[in-house]
């Protein structure tokens, strides 16, 4: 007996907006069984002493130490800036008055 119907895999696609025809429904309507047959089969083992996982390695950040630089003369970026005013890059207004 398949866990889920014709119907409600017509639905879900429905719901989607995804136009399947009455072949596609019968394929999916299998391959969805069978992953509910197969998330079944996890549930039935035992996991009382399984410590969570949350990731398959144990992973850490290696982060470089944040010191900080002088950065570039205000004279180097500006120099290559299609317009400056005042020691600023000078761009289009995007907010209309």
Not at 17 to 25: D, G, K, Q, S
């Amino acid at each position: 007996m398949s866990r889920i119907s014709i119907e409600q895999v017509k639905h879900v696609a429905n719901l989607a907006r995804l136009a399947i025809t009455e072949e596609e429904a019968e394929t999916f309507t299998k391959q969805l069984d069978k992953i509910i047959t197969f998330a079944e089969q996890l549930n039935e083992l035992d996991t009382e002493n399984v410590k969570p996982t949350y990731h398959v390695l144990d992973m850490k950040n290696v982060l470089r130490e944040d010191i900080p630089k002088p950065g570039l003369p205000q004279e180097v970026v500006l120099k290559n800036a299609p317009e400056h005013k005042n020691g600023q890059f000078k761009v289009p207004s995007i907010l209309a008055e």
